[in-house]
């Protein structure tokens, strides 16, 4: 009565025997494999036509039958089963560690991204329509711009950056120009603010022009004289150097894509004809001197 | 019941008439612009005697007979064209000079393609310029030859008189920065905040395009808006429309500036200021003002925005020469060049003082300032 009865959900005994069935038919496959492979006739006296490659696969026969034979053994697959017991739970967590590491990166980022805006705190909303575009510049790159610079892994990567860099050049040139463009647009809203109020003032007094030419030279005048003014301020040529300078980076960045891909044609990049040009600078110097030696 | 202080009914009457002009300026201008419009510029004859490699020298053929001994080159500047000195016959400073007698060289810069980036001041001026000037002596076997510089070209001439002195016998400066310290042309308070170096390293030679943009940035209520306005309002006149076009033609046909070059300019001249200081250097020689001893005429413009009479005033002072005088006219930077009235004052009036220094040696004269263009008063 001491004979252990059998729990009906417990599936050991069945793997034990399912493994060690499994384990003696791929390594007796295996052995048969490797015994017909010796007979074949191109193996015969060592003249096979690819010795090497026949080499390889009876080296993988064997390994193949030594794992299947050692796999068959009681102490493997009770070492296997022991371990797949412990396999959910080290799956789970290693995809719970993962799923994790990816959370908090997506949280980052949208906490980055709720923070947008709160860097502009410091300027004057009351006059939010002048500063829009710089609170957006100033956004770009404090908040946007590193997004661009995650780094970029794997064979592809240094195209990607490239590719990343064009992106936020673009980005950061487009938000400079906007800031640029409302700056020059700045004496129109002046100067017709002034306008209303000369004609304003000129029908009180009665003192209207018939002549629309008169308005329209008093326009040009008063426009020209706010651009002038606008043009002397700290402001507009500081933001003048950086939309030049935003320009000339996408530009740059623009070229490096561009080279790579002419790379793959036949035909020369502008570094190329620069190294050419260069190089013909500095001979025909050479040259023009030795010439000129000469002739004294 | 007061009456309106508004003239309501004179201002409508006024609108109508204006709309009648209009209808009928629209209706000729279509005749105007579809004619045989005559707009060519840079008429006046003249060969190429010396070129290398883009950069050529145009002799201008006699229209009198040649009155001077020694001949004049005039060196224009990199950025626009020489053409503006001819823009078209009857108002064209060539044609003057050539009417009283000069014999008359001008450089063509042409127009530097990306290969030319590399080529700085010392292969304009101590190559490009030097090679010249040893070519036109040589043909006329003389020592020393006149010169005339305009703008940026004056610039390149004070500096070559300068390290050349024993090659030029007169020196005449127009419209030539050669003092950058100053705030009051537009050009020198944005280009001390310009990152040249990231700018060249980009674009090899600075674009054209990007210049004219920026010239017509400095004034564009005038130079975008009120000049198209004009032309809405003349262009049923067809001498207006040749005269308008030829203007457009010069100011957009603007060559790229070599790489190396803009950036020595803004760097050394505008942002260093080095010129007026005597602390530049070219290919490797340090310029020193004083070296300047030949006669000195420097011609500038009140009004010009681009190279104000501060960047030009003081270089007069800095020269080693004694023979010097400084012509202040009323007008602005083009303005000398393409104006009638002041192509009447300054051409004669170079014409004149390079003749008084063309037969004898040159006097010892005390320095002469004069305004507004008007005749320097008799020493």
């Not at chain 1, 017709?192 to 030419?213: C, H, R, S, W, Y």
Request: hydrophobic share 40%; with cysteine.
């Amino acid at each position: 009565m001491n004979e252990k009865k059998q729990d009906p959900s417990d599936t050991t005994s069945r793997d034990d025997a399912w493994v060690k069935s499994m384990g003696e038919f791929w390594g007796n496959l295996a052995g048969q494999w490797l015994s017909q492979a010796q007979q074949q006739p191109w193996t015969l006296g060592g003249n096979s036509a690819n010795p090497k490659s026949q080499a390889t696969m009876d080296a993988a026969l064997k390994n193949w039958q030594a794992i299947a034979g050692a796999m068959a053994r009681p102490e493997s697959i009770s070492s296997l089963l022991k371990g797949s017991g412990a396999m959910p739970e080290m799956l789970l967590h290693m995809a719970q560690s993962s799923l994790g590491g990816f959370g908090e990166m997506h949280k980052k980022m949208i906490e980055r991204l709720g923070r947008v805006g709160a860097s502009a705190k410091a300027y004057d909303f009351q006059d939010i329509d002048e500063n829009i575009f710089r609170i957006w510049t100033d956004i770009y790159e404090k908040e946007f711009k590193q997004f661009f610079q995650i780094p970029q892994l794997g064979l592809m990567r240094t195209y990607q950056e490239k590719a990343n860099q064009v992106l936020d050049k673009y980005n950061f040139f487009q938000s400079t120009l906007s800031e640029f463009l409302n700056l020059l647009g700045l004496p129109f809203n002046r100067a017709m603010k002034v306008m209303q109020d000369k004609i304003g003032e000129m029908a009180e007094n009665g003192t209207l022009p018939e002549d629309t030419k008169v308005y329209y030279n008093m326009w040009v005048k008063v426009l020209e004289g706010h651009y002038m003014t606008l043009y002397q301020t700290p402001e507009y040529v500081e933001t003048m150097a950086r939309t030049i300078n935003a320009l000339a980076e996408f530009s740059a960045a623009r070229d490096a894509v561009l080279e790579d891909l002419l790379s793959q044609l036949p035909v020369a990049r502008k570094s190329d004809m620069d190294d050419m040009a260069r190089e013909l600078y500095e001979l025909k110097k050479r040259l023009r001197k030795l010439e000129k030696e000469q002739t004294k | 019941m007061t009456q309106s202080n508004i003239p309501v009914d004179l201002i409508l009457a006024k609108l109508a008439e204006e709309a009648d002009k209009v209808q009928s300026r629209a209706s000729k201008a279509s005749e105007v612009l579809l004619d045989d419009l005559d707009t060519a510029i840079a008429k006046t004859p003249y060969e190429v005697v010396y070129q290398e490699d883009r950069v050529k020298l145009k002799h201008y053929l006699p229209r009198t007979t040649i009155r001077y001994k020694t001949p004049l080159l005039v060196t224009y500047a990199l950025i626009n064209r020489e053409t503006m000195l001819d823009l078209q016959p009857g108002r064209s400073v060539v044609e003057r000079f050539l009417d009283s007698g000069i014999d008359l060289y001008m450089i063509d810069w042409g127009y530097p393609t990306r290969k030319d980036r590399f080529l700085g001041f010392d292969d304009h001026i101590n190559g490009y310029m030097d090679n010249i000037v040893d070519f036109i002596r040589e043909q006329h076997k003389l020592e020393k030859i006149n010169l005339m510089g305009i703008c940026m070209g004056g610039t390149f001439s004070v500096i070559y008189s300068a390290l050349h002195p024993e090659k030029i016998k007169n020196l005449v400066t127009t419209v030539t920065p050669t003092n950058f310290d100053t705030k009051k042309g537009l050009l020198h308070v944005w280009m001390e905040h310009i990152d040249v170096d990231r700018v060249v390293d980009t674009y090899g030679n600075l674009p054209a395009d990007m210049m004219n943009l920026g010239f017509l940035l400095l004034n564009p209520a005038r130079l975008m808006i009120d000049k198209y306005v004009g032309f809405m309002e003349h262009m049923d006149n067809k001498t207006f429309v040749e005269n308008f076009v030829r203007m457009e033609k010069w100011i957009f046909d603007s060559p790229d500036l070599p790489g190396e070059v803009f950036r020595q300019f803004i760097k050394d001249c505008y942002q260093g200021n080095k010129l007026i200081k005597s602390e530049l250097e070219v290919g490797g020689r340090r310029v020193d003002l004083k070296k300047l001893t030949m006669p000195l005429l420097n011609i500038y413009g009140k009004f010009d925005h681009l190279v104000p009479p501060e960047a030009c005033e003081q270089l007069v002072e800095k020269v080693g020469s004694k023979d010097t005088e400084d012509i202040c006219l009323e007008t602005g930077h083009i303005g000398i060049y393409v104006s009638s009235k002041f192509q009447g004052e300054f051409a004669p009036k170079i014409a004149g003082w390079l003749k008084d220094r063309d037969h004898l040696p040159p006097k010892k004269v005390v320095r002469k300032k004069t305004a507004a263009g008007k005749k320097a008063p008799a020493v």
